[in-house]
């Protein structure tokens, strides 16, 4: 099993990298925020809960993201690894699913960090939201909350890869998706 972190803060290409490397290294794509955009679709509780917290830019809760993480490991037991796509969020999720591989005997190969700086990504995200009408792309409100969130509760979870020697950074900013590309897939060779 090969098993990725894609990290880095909301609208640095976290979902466009993931999706070209799911293709390239036949891996299972897992990303927290796809899951709950579908329970949202489907309207269930669940999806009702989380789109109160998602509008305003804040976390739906670790117990709800870390079941789906648990689901999804356990419904693709043939796979041949996961990119784990806006997960963890917070250093207890981290800790979570360190527990939850290694039960299944495996872990995480390495953590790719993509780095944008604020204003791109503000750019970026209000351009998502004109192109796919995610609510929580189309507020600047939200988006900044969004921001305020990831130094807040997420940037330590960077830290707390790092001290597993586990992170390698990509620059991301001012480049085009292709560029961005060519540097996550050195990363990922480097942790083969
Ligand atoms: P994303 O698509 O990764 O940008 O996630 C969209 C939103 O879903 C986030 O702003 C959070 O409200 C929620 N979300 C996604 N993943 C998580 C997670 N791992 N923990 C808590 N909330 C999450």
Redesign the pocket.
């Known amino acids: 099993m090969f098993n990725l972190v894609i990290f880095g803060p909301?609208g640095c290409g976290?979902?466009t990298q993931s999706a070209i490397i799911v293709e390239e290294y036949s891996l299972t794509h897992i990303?927290?925020?796809?899951l709950?955009?579908e329970e949202i679709k489907l309207g269930t509780d669940l999806g009702k809960l989380?789109k109160g917290?998602?509008d305003k830019?804040?976390?739906?809760s670790?117990e709800i993201?870390i079941s789906m993480i648990e689901n999804k490991l356990d419904s693709s037991k043939d796979s041949k690894g996961f990119i784990f796509?806006?997960?963890?969020?917070?250093t207890a999720?981290a800790e979570v699913l360190d527990k939850l591989l290694a039960a299944r005997n495996q872990d995480i190969n390495g953590v790719i960090a993509i780095d944008v700086d604020e204003e791109e990504l503000v750019q970026r995200i209000l351009t998502r939201g004109q192109e796919f009408g995610r609510a929580?792309d189309q507020d600047a409100a939200t988006i900044q909350n969004?921001i305020r969130v990831y130094h807040e509760k997420t940037s330590p979870v960077k830290e707390y890869y790092s001290n597993q020697g586990k992170v390698k950074d990509v620059v991301g900013t001012g480049c085009e998706i292709e560029e961005v590309t060519v540097k996550v897939m050195e990363v990922i060779e480097s942790f083969k």
């Open positions: 909301p976290k979902g990303s927290t925020g796809d709950l955009r989380a917290l998602m830019g804040e976390f739906v670790d993201v796509d806006g997960f963890p969020r917070t999720q929580d969004r």
